[in-house]
């Protein structure tokens, strides 16, 4: 259940990571609430592993500290940190029915038995396992094996989960499933995950909220939605969807509404309150879904650009319209693979959008 009046379950402040000359963080801060599917998305060698590393205790950060439900634990281990760690590899005892790889821990722990099978067959019932309690790893499925790990996590009630590109070892679709699985599984337990993957298709299906961090830095956080969606940096609108990115340069500022000069068009656009300056160069984002393709080359009037039709690429449930406009740069609109007359290469055409969803960037 995410509590927002509780102390949060991390909270890591100006956190910065060396090695040697590599800076794998750099300055990061982050706050996630108890109960919360936090995903921290970003290119490979971004630096997400080391965050997710340095919250569970792995690594000594360089500066900065972390705060685990409002307690520093700069000098604690792994193993007394109220964190644990899936790993990718399934890291299951061959040897071993599944009952007995959920309660290793608990026996290494020295609990008595009768409240170790307790706690295994709750762990097992929670990620829907009851039924394969004495099976050996090898017989499951991916997946499967998959859910014995986070029964292995459950039962030592540490209530911080991290995992670290939990879904990349499956293939496409078992990686689908896996993925509306543990959604469905944070739900039902609670606790906080925190899931590390470069990819934002899964992203966007676990997470409430989602970091976005490159090259050591954190760019941006914000709820799923909102970082697809309303996007402030350039970033990442870049890497969250498909977006159109366009330079342009600031012609002139009205109120709450910039003009921005692009290829041949004089674009009007909300300047959410970001300080810009005539003459600056700034990037616009727009969603290739939210762009209309016509070939009404009538009207340009602020939401809207020419250029050349250059290509369709058919992708099944959507279509790919490719246009080129006057300064070389090539534009998407996406639609859903509905008509069957997309234009001739050179057929001039207009791109549009409404008002609102183009977006104004300064970095
Ligand atoms: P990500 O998980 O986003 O792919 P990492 O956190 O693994 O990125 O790595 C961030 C950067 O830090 C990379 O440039 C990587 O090469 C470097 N790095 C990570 N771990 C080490 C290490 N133990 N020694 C040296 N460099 C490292
Ligand atoms: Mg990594």
């Avoid at 879904?167 to 896996?178: E, G, P």
């Avoid at 041949?264 to 300080?275: E, H, N, P, Q, V």
Wanted: charged residues 25%.
């Amino acid at each position: 259940m995410l509590d927002r009046t509780a102390a949060p379950a991390v909270e890591v402040r100006g956190l910065t990571k060396t090695y040697g000359p590599v800076t794998a963080l750099r300055d990061v801060s982050v706050s996630i609430a108890a109960g919360e599917y936090f995903v921290l998305l970003g290119p490979s060698g971004g630096g997400k592993t080391t965050l997710l590393r340095a919250i569970g205790g792995f690594h000594r950060p360089t500066a900065g500290e972390i705060l685990l439900h409002g307690k520093e634990v700069g000098h604690l281990p792994p193993d007394k940190r109220p964190t644990t760690m899936v790993f990718q590899a399934y890291a299951l005892f061959p040897h071993m029915s599944v009952a007995q790889n959920v309660g290793y821990g608990l026996k290494v722990a020295g609990l008595p038995k009768a409240q170790i099978a307790d706690k295994v067959a709750q762990a097992l019932e929670m990620v829907s396992l009851s039924p394969f309690a004495d099976r050996r790893p090898h017989e499951l499925s991916g997946g499967q094996q998959q859910r014995v790990q986070l029964a292995r996590a459950f039962v030592l009630d540490r209530d911080i989960l991290l995992l670290d590109e939990p879904l990349a070892a499956l293939d496409a679709q078992l990686r689908k499933d896996m993925c509306l699985e543990l959604k469905h599984l944070q739900e039902k337990v609670g606790i906080t995950f925190i899931h590390v993957t470069h990819n934002q298709e899964e992203a966007m299906t676990v997470a409430d909220r989602i970091a976005l961090i490159a090259n050591g830095d954190l760019v941006e956080y914000g709820g799923a939605r909102d970082i697809y969606r309303a996007p402030d940096k350039a970033f990442t609108a870049g890497f969250v969807g498909e977006n159109n990115l366009l330079a342009g340069r600031v012609a002139g500022l009205s109120g709450d509404s910039v003009a921005v000069d692009v290829a041949d068009a004089r674009l009007r656009i909300d300047r959410r309150g970001l300080r810009v300056a005539e003459g600056q160069e700034v990037t616009l984002s727009i969603r290739s879904e939210a762009v209309r393709l016509s070939r009404d080359t009538g009207h340009l009037e602020g939401q809207s650009i020419a250029g050349t039709y250059t290509e369709s690429v058919y992708l099944g449930l959507t279509t790919s319209h490719r246009v080129r406009l006057s300064d070389g740069t090539e534009m998407v609109a996406r639609e859903i693979s509905e008509r069957d007359d997309a234009p001739a290469p050179g057929t001039p055409v207009v791109l549009s959008w409404a008002p609102g969803t183009a977006r104004l960037h300064v970095e």
